[in-house]
């Protein structure tokens, strides 16, 4: 199936519009929201709400005896939600450690809840099947419904973001100063917690329990490689988590035995990829290239001003002298020589080189640029 | 003397985990005065101010703006915290940073405009930053990075300003930089109390100062009180001006 | 109980123990998280070694899945050096996606091999006493309990050998280094210890699981000890009981042995995090309470010895409107200072008796200097009630 097919596929075939919609939708929510989770540096704490959430599902399931979706983003929720407050109790009332405290929470909370979802699954009810698609997800179970669901919870994060956005920059950034200029800064964590928590429930029925960390971080970590902006960075995080979300659907589709959650997250692995080796700014390869080029010329400065020093004692500036001399002098390389006469800074006559008019200036320059620097 | 009081302190005491750090510290800062705060490490001379500044609470004790609860006068008040205490990375550049200073003043919800940009350019100005001033925070140096902050608090254009070691990091030239803008801020009738821990510059920059050790030791002018006695009394040791280097 | 009962529940013993010893220096070293980026990310290891030999259990396969361990430890360290992203980010990135590409790998080639995710995920105890080994025509165990059993034998060798050097840089890093004990060998020769048990435990707990094990029954025994000898011998005495009644608990509900164990371990946890005897919830409450009342009094004392002279500052009104107390706490603090025979009351003005003086000016020199357990050992010689 070519591109143009699939495109047209996702616009007439129903069930997969519907995925491609729910998949971009919980991608751009979780972007938007990973974006304060990374900067809070709380990136685990998605880790471990989605772990703590499979409990929540499952005593739903005990509760409501069928399979409800919205019981069951009600029950994550609340589990959800008592997992984050865990963790914070034990931070604040133990001597644990924070590492230790997500750990914990994560494989109790999940163990638990795999110990009900094995216990539901020998009930003698028939509705149970697919309760283990939490653990992985399931994009195909999507209903047009849930896709709703997202994009109104969706609406609301976007119109509170806006409104809150100076607070939640200021508080992000700063919040002892926050606090002093009056804001509510346990309001504003209170607020942008629980966001975080609904976007990752929301993300359960797609993603799963175990994969649902990388949909918050991914898109984020590789926003802000490519921007120093936190409103770009925010709406960039949406963009590529919306990508890895269709694209992920796009090739899940098209394969056999692909399940969408896997493949959504290893796309936007390969975002994260892409972002910290190509981003301008920040990328590993332009950064070794700047480190290279800055290396490369601070050798021809240093030897131009070793020729600098040499050619100033005589009155003629041009008068050629021997290349040998200049072995004594370290960093000096053939190619760095051949590099400076094609920049017409030195001439080269047989075993002799020589300074031009324009090689000398530079050199001079060079010399009086680095004597004011190391002063200050 | 018959001066304004611009900060009252009474009884003030401060613990971290049920032990004490400020013990009853009873403290009148006039108006008008450039007052350093030292002490040794630990003395709580940062928690002197946070607590005055609702940052920190305090289990007993109050605190005075202007006669009254601080809670009331915020807007008379500005800070300038530590520069370790935030993420530089943080994706936000040196004008947004400023800019901040006068979300106070706006209020919830309502956003920045043209007047609140033309305020913060003019103190990136004065405190030479305007070249610098959509450079990304993490590519500023430590002097550069603590003059966006002092920035900062100047476009909250308060009347006390609270300066947690603004010198702490700081090139020489960024350190006259700041030491003359808060000769200026006094000059201007401000009072400005900078929490300072390089002694030997106290009688040189400073008009006044409170010399701090869980309890306050002493306070008043700089040319009454700075002495090896107070000295001695809150660094433990036998401390004398001429030797510390 | 069966002999594969019996089996079942030694083997899950067996892993407990083998979870625990390394599980004490992750969580004291700050690295708890850790072994949940090496559980999920052996994943492609196992999956690479399962397609080479088709079976769970052979070396070459946990030898594959550990080194994918010890890959994913390099590879976060190298994203955090880097500085792209904070801290915890790196884990949080390298696990979900290595985690992905096992998934995917298993899901490709479902039809020519046989591996479960959720086997792999989830373990399934129940079935490792049918697999057994068997050699000359000998049966000689399941061989679950073989590999496990290696795994903790060699774990319990290495911890009698290095222990002191562990101790030593887990405690004091600094300290190690100095001593020549390389920082380093020590960090990757534990990830590689935490490695090989992950993948040695999965087949029977379950590759999630074994964080479990690895943090819960460390976590419980810290907040029971500082004692690192008395923490790993808790932290192995938890995961034992866990094993075995939750196996129990399994067996009575009909569910998941992994899950039930697990379950049990966060019922230890929840026990101890609100009772342990010092640093449980209640008792923590308690002794806050107690202190909050406490340093209110010391503050107290110190406010009248600061003003002798002031007999305004010392009337008992002043307590509330200039202190800014509540009036329950500061008659609390008043009727504590009292009975302590540290203040007297005389026409509503207070005073510091002897005794008063005395504790204020030894509580404020020993709070200058630093000296926090001296103030502790004070308030025992001077209480005659405490807060």
């Known amino acids: 199936m070519d591109i143009l097919e699939y495109i047209e596929l996702v616009f007439t075939d129903y069930t997969l519009r519907t995925i491609t919609l729910g998949t971009a939708v919980l991608g751009a929510i979780c972007g938007m929201l990973g974006s304060f989770a990374v900067l809070r540096k709380q990136s685990l704490l998605g880790d471990a709400i989605s772990h703590a959430a499979l409990p929540g599902i499952a005593l739903a399931f005990l509760i409501v005896g069928t399979k409800n979706s919205n019981a069951f983003l009600i029950g994550a929720l609340i589990s959800g939600l008592i997992g984050s407050f865990w963790i914070r109790g034990i931070i604040k009332k133990t001597h644990l450690k924070s590492d230790t405290a997500l750990g914990l929470i994560l494989s109790l909370f999940f163990g638990f809840g795999m110990l009900l979802l094995t216990f539901i699954q020998k009930l003698p009810n028939a509705n149970q099947a697919g309760l283990e698609n939490y653990l992985f997800g399931q994009a195909a179970t999507l209903l047009a419904s849930d896709v709703w669901i997202m994009s109104l919870i969706t609406g609301i994060c976007l119109v509170v973001l806006l409104l809150f956005w100076k607070e939640l920059k200021l508080s992000l950034f700063d919040p002892d100063y926050t606090k002093t200029l009056g804001f509510d800064i346990k309001f504003l964590d209170i607020l942008i917690t629980t966001f975080i928590v609904v976007a990752i429930v929301l993300g359960l029925q797609t993603v799963g329990v175990v994969l649902m960390s990388a949909m918050i971080l991914a898109p984020a970590a590789a926003a802000r490689q490519w921007t120093n902006s936190l409103s770009i960075m925010v709406i960039l995080a949406a963009i590529f988590g919306a990508s890895s979300g269709i694209i992920g659907t796009a090739i899940s589709a098209s394969h056999n035995n692909l399940s969408t959650g896997p493949v959504i997250v290893l796309v936007a692995a390969v975002f994260v990829l892409v972002s910290f080796i190509f981003s301008p700014g920040r990328g590993l390869l332009f950064r070794e290239i700047r480190f290279r080029k800055n290396r490369n010329d601070l050798e021809l400065h240093k030897t131009l001003s070793f020729m600098y020093n040499i050619a100033k004692d005589h009155e003629d500036i041009s008068h050629p002298h021997a290349i040998k001399i200049l072995n004594n002098f370290q960093g000096f390389t053939k190619r760095s020589l051949q590099k400076l006469e094609n920049k017409n800074l030195v001439k080269i006559e047989g075993n002799m080189w020589s300074l031009t008019t324009s090689g000398y200036e530079t050199a001079a320059n060079l010399y009086n640029q680095i004597t004011p620097m190391n002063d200050e | 003397m018959e001066e304004k009081i611009a900060v009252q302190i009474d009884d003030l005491t401060v613990a971290y985990n049920y032990k004490p750090v400020l013990w009853d510290i009873d403290l009148a800062i006039p108006e008008g005065v450039l007052m350093a705060i030292v002490g040794p490490n630990g003395a709580g001379k940062s928690t002197l101010i946070k607590s005055v500044l609702d940052i920190i609470k305090p289990i007993a004790g109050s605190v005075k703006i202007y006669d009254k609860p601080y809670q009331k006068q915020r807007s008379l008040v500005a800070y300038v915290p530590q520069k370790g205490s935030v993420d530089w990375d943080f994706p936000t550049t040196a004008l947004d940073v400023v800019m901040m200073g006068t979300y106070g003043s706006l209020g919830w919800i309502k956003r920045p405009g043209q007047k609140q940009k033309k305020a913060a350019l003019e103190a990136l100005e004065k405190v030479g930053m305007l070249a610098f001033k959509s450079r990304q925070i993490s590519q500023l140096s430590g002097g550069q990075q603590q003059r966006i902050f002092l920035a900062r608090a100047l476009v909250q254009n308060a009347s006390i300003y609270f300066m947690d070691e603004p010198f702490q990091g700081v090139d020489a030239t960024t350190e006259k930089a700041i030491i003359n803008i808060l000769k200026e801020l006094r000059k201007a009738g401000k009072t400005v109390i900078v929490v300072h821990h390089d002694l030997q510059t106290v009688p040189e920059y400073f008009d006044w100062v409170t010399f701090l050790n869980v309890k306050k030791i002493a306070t008043g002018p700089v040319k009454d009180i700075f002495n090896d006695d107070n000295l001695t009394k809150t660094y433990g040791i036998n401390y004398k001006v001429s030797v510390q280097q | ?387």
């Open chain 3, 1 to 387: 109980m069966s002999s594969a009962q019996i089996e079942i529940q030694l083997i899950a013993c067996l892993v407990a123990i083998a979870c625990a010893i390394p599980g004490t220096f992750l969580v004291l070293r700050k690295m708890a998280l850790i072994t949940d980026a090496i559980s999920h990310s052996i994943l492609p290891g196992i999956v690479i070694g399962f397609f080479i030999t088709h079976d769970l259990s052979s070396p070459l396969l946990i030898f594959l899945a550990a080194l994918s361990g010890v890959l994913t430890v390099v590879l976060v360290e190298f994203i955090q050096k880097t500085g792209l992203v904070k801290e915890d980010t790196a884990i949080g990135l390298v696990f979900p996606a290595l985690f992905s590409i096992g998934v995917i790998m298993i899901a490709q080639n479902a039809n020519d091999v046989h591996l479960d995710i959720d086997a792999v995920l989830l373990g399934e105890l129940a079935f490792a006493p049918f697999d057994r080994l068997i050699i000359q025509g000998m049966d000689m165990g399941p061989k679950s309990l073989w590999i496990i059993g290696t795994i903790l034998f060699s774990t319990i060798l290495l911890l009698f050998a290095f222990f002191k050097e562990l101790k030593v840089s887990t405690f004091d890093a600094g300290l190690a280094a100095a001593l020549g004990l390389s920082p380093v060998v020590m960090h990757y020769g534990l990830m590689t210890v935490a490695s090989i048990t992950t993948v040695g435990a999965f087949d029977a707990v379950g590759a999630i699981l074994v964080i479990a094990f690895m943090i819960a029954p460390a976590a419980t025994a810290y907040l029971l000890t500082n004692d690192l000898k008395k923490m790993i011998l808790l932290a192995c005495i938890f995961g034992i009981t866990a094993a075995i009644s939750g196996y129990w608990l399994a067996h009575g509900l009909d569910a998941s042995i992994s899950g039930s164990m697990t379950t049990i371990l966060g019922i230890i946890f929840l026990i101890v995090y609100l009772f342990a005897p010092n640093r449980g919830y209640f008792s923590v409450l308690y002794r806050q309470r107690q202190q909050r009342i406490e340093v209110s009094l010391l503050t107290f004392l110190l406010h009248l010895g600061n003003h002798v002279d002031d007999e305004n500052e010392r009337h008992v009104k002043h307590l509330n409107d200039h202190i800014n107390w509540q009036k329950v706490r500061s008659k609390s603090v008043l009727d504590l200072a009292l009975k302590n025979n540290m203040i007297t009351i005389k026409n509503d003005i207070v005073s510091l008796t002897e005794k008063g003086q005395h504790f204020t000016k030894e509580a404020i020199d020993y709070i200058i200097t630093n000296k926090n357990s001296e103030i502790e050992k004070m308030k025992d010689r001077f209480f005659l009630f405490r807060g």
